[in-house]
């Protein structure tokens, strides 16, 4: 059974910087699709980022330029740092896995984590 486990968040100001981590458990994840979405209260739920088995990164447009999403493979990592952070960006971050990498938010990701909060204060 796979498990995935984020930390890294909290409180932080506008243009403060956090790095997210998600811990791997479990399953083989190295040939899965790791990302990165976000929920907040009252809102649809957003895909942020995510990494192919192979490195390759996808971003939604509203972070391209200041979140970068990585991943060690070896130690079942995936990890998403967050730069120019800005009140908008106040959500729960929730870590996922599948064997498909789909951008669209309403995608059901097979595997996910319990999520961690990250708040920003204008």
């Known amino acids: 059974q796979g498990r995935l486990e984020e930390s890294g968040g909290g409180w932080v100001q506008t243009g403060g910087s956090l790095r997210l981590s998600c811990a791997a458990s479990g399953h083989s994840f190295s040939d899965y699709a790791m990302g990165w979405l976000r929920q907040s209260p ?3 739920r957003e895909f942020v980022a995510a990494i192919t088995w192979d490195d ?24 998403l740092q967050m730069n120019n952070l800005k009140p908008v960006d106040t959500a729960v971050y929730l870590c996922a896995a599948d064997s498909n990498l789909v951008t669209d938010s309403r995608y059901s990701w097979a595997y996910w984590g319990q999520g961690t909060q990250v708040t920003v204060s204008s």
Request: zero cysteines.
């Open 42 to 44: 009252g809102k649809e």
């Open 56 to 79: 390759r990164p996808y971003y939604a447009d509203s972070v391209k330029g200041r979140f970068a999403i990585s991943r060690d493979t070896a130690n079942n990592m995936v990890y």
